[in-house]
Each structure stands twice: as C-alpha cells, then as structure tokens.
C-alpha cells in the first residue's frame, strides 16, 4: 500500500502521539534520494514521511522546464506509484513555503482535488505555510483560510510560528536569537485561531532550532518550551499539538527523544540525508578518480556510469534514514496491515 488516504494518516499521526514516536521527514529531490527513503521504510517496516522543498521541485523538474510544482507533481507521482509496493505507509509532505510563495502550495491543492474527483488519495498528505517572517498577527490571518481548504481535502497543514534558525535553501532565516523560541502566548495565541477548524494541523514550533548542523555552543535548545506551552494549550483547549521539529540534524539523540514526550510526531531531516547521500559517492570518486576521468584514455565504463556512484550514494542515505527512524522511536513500527 502506500501514500496514506487522510483516514489513515490521520491514524498514524494518532498511534505516533500515544505512543510517544515520530515519523522521520525525509528531505529529497530526486528519484535517487526518494528511494533512499523508500528504502529505508520497507526495509525496516516503518511508516515515514517523504518532503520536497520549493527547490528540490524545481530541481526535479530539471533545467529545461524549471517548474517547481511540476517537480513536485512528479516526484509525488514517483513515490505513489512506488510506496503502492510496499507494506509500509509513506505520506507525503512538501516543507517551507512562504506567504510570497504559496500559489505553489495552490497550485498542488488543485492537483490533489483534481485526483479525489477522480476517486483517488490527494496528490498529497500534508503541505506547510512557513509564516514565521510575519508577525503572528498576520501569520495566523493567511495560515486561516488555507487550513479550510486543506482540511475540505483531508490535508493536513503544516505552520510555524517563531523561526528557526540557520539556512533555508540558501537563505538566511532568523538572526534574532528571541525568535528562536516560540513562546507560551505564541502556541495558545496558535490554538485560539486554529483549533476551531475542521482539519488536521500541526505546528512547528521553535524551541532553539537551527536548519543545518549547528556548531555546538551556537544556540541552546530548550524542549521544556514545548512541554510549557503543550500543559497551556491542554489546559485551554483539552487537547495539545502535533508538532514538527525542524532543524535537528545537529542534536543529540536525548534532546531528540525528550521532545517526543511533549507532542513531536514529525521531525525533517535534511542536512544529514543530503550528507550521507555525498559521502559514499566522494569516497567512489577519490577512489576511481583516474577510471572516471580516463586519464590516458583508459577509463572504466562501469565505474562512471552514473548508476555505480548513485547505488551507493542511496545506500548510504538509506542508512542515515534507518538512523532516524531509530531515534524517534518509529522503527518496525508500521501501522500497516497486509
Ligand atoms: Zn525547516
């Protein structure tokens, strides 16, 4: 089976918070990558999730068409047909949009109407709003009506509130260091305009968080943040967030598991599947570099062919998701039944 219908990954998302694990958020852009991950899920059976930034659509649609929701489309269409093999459940997420960006979250909206038209699953499980630039006020207005239309096709939405810090595709993020922590007021202020609606959400918010591995010493992460602000929103409303890490890829595995007894059920990861996928494919070049290039004319078909280096670069990401899913507890812990 697959791409979850929003039933089942309504389910996952459930067993995940009860039972105190969380689905790993693997970053790809491309088909290499995405099998790393499939990979890794089938192999293990565990449930997982697969995400595709603006950029990585638009990498996957490549240099000739450049169109990131056509990317997108693509590697969507790629995982649904491959996860269908599978007797694990793969959801499918795209990550940080912003306010200026979100006719792309639009756009695939359409394309997931479209398909249930059809009869079929949305296109995808779960887009997010990053709103984090924006003063709350303003966030929560745009992330209102979106939440509505995704909730109308059982998708779920993703919003942040605070930011995190670091690198976002290349940009810069936050360089004020208050805003690396989402306050208490900031997740009931969250809750009081978002919980009313009739749709899945979940909220990525900061406690200290930094895309990119992090030098030590940099920022603290504090996660009592979240459980402060969980108690809060629970004692208001009866009920607490699903919430996503973002920027861990630095993090012990203690700081980690802390946060999944305050409500993260999904965490991305990144920076450290994108290095796992180069690592193995520096060491083939280092160590074939005169086969690759043909020095003399004499090189080895077998050791450029693309296929030779990419096998190894998915079998090392495949590891490094096995990792992940390890140490949020998901591991083998598949809700799928054959
Ligand atoms: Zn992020």
Redesign the pocket.
Known sequence: MPVPTPSEYAKILDVAKEQKYALPAINVSSIATANAALAAFAETGSDGIIQFSIGAGKFASGSAVGDAVLGAVSLAQHVHLMAEKLDVYVALHT??CQAAELDFVRSLLKKSKERLDGGLAPLFSGHMF?GSALALEENMELALPLLKECGELGIVLEVEAGA?GGE?EGAATTTDKTKLYTTTEDMLYVAEKLFSVPARLMF?ATFGNV?GIYKPGNVELKPEILKDGQAAVHEKYGKTFDLVF??GSGTPVEQIQETLDYGIVKM?V?TATQYSFSLPIAEHMHEHYEKVIQADGDGSKKLYDPRAYLKKGEQGMKERVIQASTELRSLGKTIYKK
């Open positions: 990550d940080h990053d995190v976002e990525a895309h973002h920027g991305n990144d």
